[in-house]
């Protein structure tokens, strides 16, 4: 039988180094599309082939970096959600932690989680596509529309054009990134995967590993994933309506014996 959610909340409580793994799902209360909705997901309304992968760059560098500097516009007007917050809490409640994420959205810094193994890049911090020197952004992009050609910068040592600094199809992880998350999978005791579609690979693998190395695998979703037969425990729910309640009872909800209710 799955444990329930006070029993997870108590191998929360005594867990040795939790693992966490975060894809859109999670910044989806706080505004920001996912990929893979069927109505409202990024991929369901652009062609990811048109605009994430270096030869949509080649062929239009403006419309690629007009629509990431969008997606940047869009992701500086919202905050992080409660979900956020109660995983930069987590940092100072168990002995070791280790947060992973597919985002690019940077949301996670902003609620505090001091260290984030940021597996596909970051909005934020672009750079050149020629020397891959980074690029220093200059105050909140111009807003454009979500279909605005916007001519990417140059790069002022080499002349060459600034990219996003995201990683597209086709490319691969940062390698020292990658290793870091893999070597927490195989270590960590406990391994929350937290609104992603487990699609997406390598970063999809992470759970596996974590698994087959002893560790349980608890899932937060509102929808069924390839994940659901991995996982020890599927919480089926939002990510701030669920992490909340069990940092809440892992951590701040025990009697006077000092054990859960
Ligand atoms: P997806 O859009 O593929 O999946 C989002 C997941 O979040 C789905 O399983 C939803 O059911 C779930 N979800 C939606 N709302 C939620 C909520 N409020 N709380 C919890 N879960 C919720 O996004 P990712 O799995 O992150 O890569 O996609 C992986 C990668 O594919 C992205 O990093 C991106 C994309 O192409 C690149 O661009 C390289």
Redesign the pocket.
């Known amino acids: 039988m799955p444990p329930s959610l006070n029993e997870l909340a108590a191998r929360l409580r005594f867990c040795r180094h939790l693992v966490v793994l975060t894809?859109?799902?999670?910044s989806?209360?706080s505004g920001i599309p996912?990929?893979?909705?069927a109505l409202t997901?990024l991929?369901s309304q652009f062609e990811?082939e048109r605009l994430?992968t270096p030869a949509a760059f080649k062929a239009d560098p403006a419309l690629v970096w007009g629509w990431y500097e969008w997606r940047r516009a869009q992701v500086l007007a919202c905050e992080p959600n409660a979900a956020h917050v109660a995983i930069a809490e987590l940092v100072h409640r168990v002995p070791r932690l280790t947060l992973i994420t597919?985002?690019v959205d940077g949301l996670h810094q902003r609620a505090g989680s001091p260290e984030v193994l940021e597996l596909?890049g970051s909005l934020h911090r672009p750079c050149c596509h020629a020397c891959r020197r980074p690029y220093a952004l200059t105050g909140p992009p111009p807003l454009p529309d979500e279909g605005q050609r916007l001519p990417p910068p140059r790069c002022v040592h080499c002349g060459g054009r600034i990219r996003p600094g995201?990683?597209?199809?086709g490319e691969t992880l940062p390698a020292n990134i990658l290793k870091q998350a893999e070597a927490a999978a195989r270590d960590g005791d406990l391994f929350l995967s937290?609104?992603?579609?487990?699609?997406?690979y390598p970063?999809a693998g992470l759970p596996w590993t974590a698994a087959e190395a002893g560790a349980l695998v608890v899932q937060?979703?509102?929808?069924t994933?390839p994940l659901d037969r991995l996982a020890a425990v599927n919480l089926q729910g939002?990510?701030?309506q669920i992490l909340p309640e069990l940092v809440t009872r892992a951590f701040l909800k025990t009697g006077e014996s000092g054990r859960l209710p």
């Open positions: 894809g859109a799902g999670v989806q209360e996912t990929f893979r909705d997901g991929w990811a994430a597919q985002n596909h995201v990683v597209w199809f937290i609104g992603t579609s487990a699609l997406v970063a937060i979703n509102p929808d994933t939002t990510a701030a």
